[in-house]
C-alpha cells in the first residue's frame, strides 16, 4: 500500500515538475546555463587535474604508506585497509570516499555496517574546490581554509563518537591485494575516469540547478536554503552573492550538509554494491 502511495505522489510529482518546465522555460534554461558556466569555469578547472592526479596515486597505490598516518582501527574501530580511503575522500573530497568504499565493499574487505560509516568518515568537500572555488567567490582563499578545516574535523568526530558501532564487527583488519598495473596504463585510465567523472559532476549540479531555479520561482523568499539544499556549489555560490554573515553560514551549510546532489552521486557508486544511505 504505502509502495503504491509513494509510487502515485512520485508521478504527481513529476507531472508538476514538467508543467513547470513548461511554464517556466525560461529560468530552467537560464539556470542551466548558469549552471554549466559554474562547472566549466570554477568546478572543473579545479578538481580535473587534482582528480586525474588522485587516481593515479590510488591506482598504483602509492597511498598505502600514507593511510597510515590514519589510525582507522584505534580512532574509528574500522579495518586497517580503510585507512587510505578516509585520506583520499578527505583529500579529494566528493565522491571519492564514496567510490573506494564501494570497491573495498564489494571485495569484501569490510562489513555493510563499516562501509555505511566509512562512506560517512571519508565524505566532504575537497580542499581544491573549497580554496579555490568559493574562497576566490568570497575574495578571501582563508575563508575556504577555515570551511575545509570544519568539514574534516566534523567527519573526524562523527568517526571518533561512532567508533563503539564498529567494534564488535571487526577482529582483524583486512587487507586488500591490488594487482600491479603499468604507470602508463594508470595515467589514461586516470585521464579518461576523470573526464567521465567531470561530466557526471557537471550533469547534476545542471540538473539540481534547475530544479532550484524553479522551486526558488515558487518560493523566492527561501532562495537560500533552497539553494543550499539541493546543489552545494551553487548553494556556496549563492551564499557569497548574499555575502555578509547569512551568505556565510549559507555557504558554511551547503558545504557541510554537501545537498542532495552529492546525496545522488555517492548513491550511484553505492547502490550498485547494496550500501545503504541511511
Not at 548558469?34 to 587534482?50: D, K, M, Q, R, W
Request: contains cysteine; positive net charge; proline residues 3%.
Amino acid at each position: 500500500m504505502k509502495s503504491k502511495i509513494l509510487s502515485s505522489l512520485t508521478a504527481i510529482l513529476l507531472g508538476l515538475m514538467l508543467v513547470f518546465l513548461l511554464v517556466f522555460s525560461d529560468e530552467a534554461t537560464e539556470a542551466a546555463r548558469n549552471a554549466l558556466h559554474i562547472s566549466s569555469v570554477s568546478v572543473i578547472p579545479s578538481l580535473f587535474t587534482y582528480i586525474v592526479l588522485c587516481g593515479v596515486i590510488t591506482k598504483l597505490d602509492l597511498l598505502s604508506p600514507l593511510g597510515r598516518l590514519i589510525p582507522a582501527e584505534k580512532l574509528f574501530g574500522l579495518p586497517e585497509c580503510t585507512s587510505p580511503v578516509i585520506l583520499m575522500g578527505l583529500v579529494c573530497g566528493f565522491p571519492v570516499g564514496a567510490s573506494c568504499t564501494a570497491d573495498l565493499y564489494s571485495v569484501g574487505a569490510i562489513s555493510k555496517s563499516d562501509a555505511q560509516r566509512l562512506v560517512a568518515i571519508s565524505s566532504c568537500a575537497s580542499p581544491a574546490f573549497l580554496v579555490s572555488s568559493v574562497g576566490f567567490w568570497w575574495g578571501d582563499k582563508r575563508f575556504g581554509v577555515t570551511l575545509y578545516i570544519c568539514s574534516v574535523l566534523t567527519v573526524l568526530l562523527y568517526g571518533v563518537f561512532t567508533r563503539k558501532h564498529g567494534m564488535s564487527e571487526n577482529t582483524a583488519a583486512s587487507t586488500v591485494q591490488k594487482e600491479k598495473i603499468p604507470i602508463a596504463e594508470a595515467v589514461c585510465s586516470s585521464v579518461s575516469s576523470a573526464a567521465l567523472s567531470s561530466l557526471n559532476i557537471t550533469a547534476y549540479i545542471t540538473f539540481f540547478s534547475v530544479i532550484r531555479a524553479l522551486l526558488v520561482k515558487l518560493l523566492p523568499s527561501q532562495r537560500l536554503i533552497i539553494s543550499a539544499l539541493l546543489e552545494f556549489s551553487g548553494g556556496a555560490y549563492t551564499g557569497a552573492l548574499s555575502g555578509g554573515y547569512a551568505g556565510a553560514a549559507v555557504t558554511g551549510f551547503a558545504v557541510g550538509f554537501a545537498s542532495l546532489s552529492v546525496f545522488m552521486q555517492t548513491l550511484f557508486f553505492t547502490s550498485h554494491v547494496g550500501i545503504g544511505m541511511k
